[in-house]
């Protein structure tokens, strides 16, 4: 014999409603992470750049050719930073291709020739300096999640 209780209850679910229409909006505008993102690869890049591509294994040393004539045209310039435009466009991922949308955003550089140096060429080795983190997809869904859910970004 199956005993049977029933009632009616009485649910106020306006707080509810507004948490889920802010989790709406935070998932559609997740633009103040993406800031967050920008200054995180902005460090880890310029960082790879200071360390010779530590973060990428390591850059190949210079060829005897340009590093006699980098030591007698630019001396004690590091790789990679005879005039530092390479290097600030990552340091300050700031214009062009940079962009934060609502629901995207593009990190990178415009320097015409930093995709050689990031592919290398068949007379120069690739200087890889433009890489994705360990851990970062994991950690960046972690903070895009705990964003929408209740508002904290990336910090």
Do not use: C
């Not at 935070?26 to 690869?41: E, H, I, N, S, T």
């Not at 004539?69 to 062009?96: H, Q, T």
């Amino acid at each position: 014999m199956a005993i049977i209780v029933s009632g009616d209850v009485d649910w106020d679910d306006q707080d509810m409603q507004g948490q889920l229409k802010d989790m709406g909006d935070r998932a559609g505008d997740l633009k103040p992470v993406f800031r967050d993102m920008q200054r995180y690869f902005e460090r880890h890049w310029s960082e790879n750049f200071l360390s010779n591509g530590l973060a990428v294994g390591g850059w190949a040393p210079l060829d005897a050719e340009y590093a006699a004539w980098k030591a007698a045209n630019v001396p004690g310039a590091p790789p990679m930073r005879r005039e530092d435009s390479l290097f600030n466009s990552i340091r300050n991922l700031r214009g062009a291709p940079n962009e934060i949308r609502d629901k995207s955003a593009n990190f990178g550089t415009n320097i015409k020739y930093a995709k050689f140096h990031q592919y290398g060429t068949t007379k120069m080795p690739k200087r890889e300096f433009i890489y994705e983190p360990s851990g970062f997809r994991k950690e960046w869904g972690e903070k895009i999640a705990d964003y929408i859910a209740d508002g904290q970004d990336g910090s």
